[in-house]
């Protein structure tokens, strides 16, 4: 189990194969996060488009600590150079 120090927030829609593919990271890494499902939540939307300054609607969008560290294939990168636990602690 990695050790965690900071938050971890996914933006996600229930049937994107991105999401559910870092969703299975983060469960496998047993990692604690919060899942914001934006599917027809149009303030949880909103919300993601000013996190992220309006400049990206795709998910997932991944948050840690407060800051974007991008989607999927951002948050597998980050766990096969070994960035992520670093980023955690």
């Known amino acids: 189990m990695v050790v965690q120090s900071k938050e971890i927030i ?3 829609w229930d ?3 991105y ?3 870092a969703l299975a990271l983060l469960r496998a890494k047993e ?6 499902r934006i599917d027809g939540d149009e303030a949880a ?6 996190r ?5 609607k795709s998910v997932p969008q991944i948050f840690i600590g407060g800051v974007s560290i991008g ?5 597998h990168a980050l766990e096969a ?3 992520l636990q670093k980023i955690l602690a």
């Open 10 to 12: 996914i933006y996600t």
């Open 15 to 17: 049937h994107c194969p």
């Open 19 to 21: 999401c559910q593919k």
């Open 31 to 36: 990692l604690e996060f919060k899942q914001i």
């Open 45 to 50: 939307r909103e919300q993601l488009s000013q």
């Open 52 to 56: 992220t300054k309006g400049n990206r």
């Open 71 to 75: 989607g999927c294939d951002d948050l």
């Open 81 to 83: 150079s070994g960035e």
